[in-house]
């Protein structure tokens, strides 16, 4: 027998379907900027799709949302060969560890070594950085400190930078995180 479906009904079908994946990639490119590779990924699988969507419900920067699940935590999966839902990764931690980077609390670094831990246990973000005391050094007076004693000790290297030797800055940089252990703010670092 033939089959008829009223427009009612269809439209009612169609209000109740899911959002496609494809329409998830256009409005992650369209309505929140990501990169089309990104979109493509995130929305891509369902388990990703969602995590995105309820991590970035928990931060204001959706696109370091974004930037470190297709970067980091599609490379623990990818190790790991499982989907999102069967890590210890909640969509709240992950909010929180996004959150945690972007107000400098922790710098980017940092931030892997505190995924890594979550993922192996499942602990809180905040937690690991309390007891683990990996809170950034912010206080520019104790930066410029470290800044003067490795310039102090690094009297050849400062002759070869200032005779036009520029890559050698990065040293200088690399030897201030050295001091702290990663946990000075980059930038901070780099303007001093």
Request: net charge negative; no cysteine; charged share 35%.
């Amino acid at each position: 027998l033939p089959v008829v479906i009223s427009d009612k009904e269809l439209r009612e079908i169609k209000d109740n379907l899911p959002e496609l994946p494809e329409e998830k990639e256009i409005r992650y490119i369209s309505k929140i900027g990501l990169e089309e590779s990104e979109a493509k990924i995130i929305s891509s699988s369902k388990t990703m799709a969602n995590m995105f969507e309820e991590a970035s419900s928990k931060t204001d920067d959706i696109k370091l949302v974004a930037k470190w699940l297709v970067g980091d935590v599609s490379a623990l999966l990818n190790k790991d060969n499982i989907e999102i839902d069967e890590s210890n990764l909640s969509p709240e931690n992950f909010g929180k560890l996004i959150e945690r980077i972007s107000d400098n609390t922790i710098s980017g670094k940092i931030a892997k070594s505190v995924l890594e831990e979550v993922w192996e246990n499942g602990s809180d973000v905040d937690e690991i950085i309390q007891t683990k005391g990996l809170v950034q050094i912010q206080d520019e007076s104790l930066l410029e400190d470290i800044a003067k004693k490795v310039i102090e000790s690094n009297t050849d290297q400062i002759v070869a930078y200032r005779s036009g030797k520029d890559k050698l800055f990065g040293f200088f940089v690399g030897q201030v995180m050295k001091e702290t252990q990663g946990k000075a703010n980059p930038k901070s670092v780099n303007e001093i």
